[in-house]
């Protein structure tokens, strides 16, 4: 799908907005793409993320897929809007295990409204393969920025 | 909704599970309520916990929802028992504003190998009654233990 | 929870619709509670709404379900409106079988724009206890009548 | 993605299962694409299909959705399963209206007991683009057949 960012300055304000993002900075994600409707956050496996098993966590799995989704809509939108997330589905397809995580979210459906935005989270050891660790689908919604 | 544990030694389970998510002692998450098919996690607000408006990451109340979940149906399984999540839907009702936030699941459905669990995320402010602001809907899986 | 209608006519305006939905004289769906916030649709069992084992159908538990979701939106929102579902989640927890199906939602968040409903299904045989056969979380929306 | 068949006969059975799917018949739902892995099921618009606006109704929607996400799943089964739902999400996209409705399903991740899939439902009317209305993301459980 090919999507038209609308605002100029797209990827400054995402970049802008994801820095404002505190919690970011407790867990280590970074933000590794930002295109017009598509928006990758990178996260690096840390023991102090992890579930009982050693595994990372599925709220944080979340916390990168949302936070990617929720990038990935604001890509789409006019200038002087804000973004939230309205609700997301998630479903776990692996134990959360490996070097580094990445959160691929792209936009499903853009709306004036809400826009309806999917994201995979891969998880990569050493040289191997990607593997699909978790999807996600969910919605966002525009506000005009107070 | 009236539930009978099934393994006499449940709490000291849960509790024993919940110290070793690493993840709990970053953000600060305690284990606050067990009793069978009932768990809450109590969350103190942290300005590292937040995303660009300053609220708590929608990703760290799924966090607290999960878990709380997690264990909620881990409360009810037999003794031998490893839970995972499936699966699970939040919708976010209010901005996570406040001073503490406590994600209380509760099952609605056990069962032998799924069990379908809520979780309702509360935030109070000083004196203020609690104000609802997110609902995770979800699909806990027992796997017998490793 | 206590709800409060802003539009007086809500109920008749719930009936009207209702008996536009085409899909209900279809299936058989039959409108049984109208509240502020709480709506129920009723639908008694027959052989050709099932699925290949027999039991009716998960999308049309869904049908019901969401009809009941979006009215009870409905039922809150200021004259002149519209509803729509943006989203919503099933978990089935039982194989739908018996007589009669009742779909009772209820709304856990209004909103100007959007609104927040679940509903329970359940399922009743001859005189058994209702059981639980699904239950649904979603989003509805309201726009300006057109 | 490519998937592989561990029943030789999957095909024959999704069709003779189908073909019990007494709903199937009350709705014009037709089969009209079996691979493995990859399940489409077709639905010509009517007028006894319809909410109050004359759009299809979602749970309709849903209806030829989960059939085809159930049977992709199905596709990959091993011999002698039977497969049922979890549970599912859908976004509504777009209003339901066109002419033929097709929900095409694929499996993200086969499993043992769970299988997850997604759907599209796309809409079409006349000569123009096919629309996608709707998309589901769900959960599959093989049982043993009985």
Do not use: W
């Not at 407790?26 to 496996?45: D, H, K, M, N, Q």
């Not at 459906?109 to 999917?118: Q, W």
């Amino acid at each position: 799908m090919m999507h038209q960012a609308s605002n100029p300055a797209f990827a400054d304000e995402v970049r802008q907005s994801f820095a404002k993002q505190s919690i970011m900075g407790l867990i280590g994600g970074e933000l590794t793409r930002v295109e017009p409707g598509i928006v990758e956050i990178s996260l690096p496996y840390r023991a102090d993320l992890t579930q009982q098993d050693g595994y990372v966590h599925a709220g944080i799995v979340t916390t990168i897929a949302d936070s990617a989704c929720g990038y990935a809509a604001y890509s789409l939108m006019p200038p002087e809007s804000e973004v939230l997330a309205v609700e997301f589905k998630v479903n776990l397809l692996r134990p959360a295990k490996g070097e580094l995580f990445v959160a691929r979210a792209e936009v499903i459906k853009p709306g004036r409204t809400l826009t309806v935005v999917r994201a995979d989270v891969f998880a990569t050891s050493g040289a191997g393969e990607p593997q699909l660790v978790a999807t996600m689908q969910g919605t966002m919604m525009r506000l005009p920025r107070r």
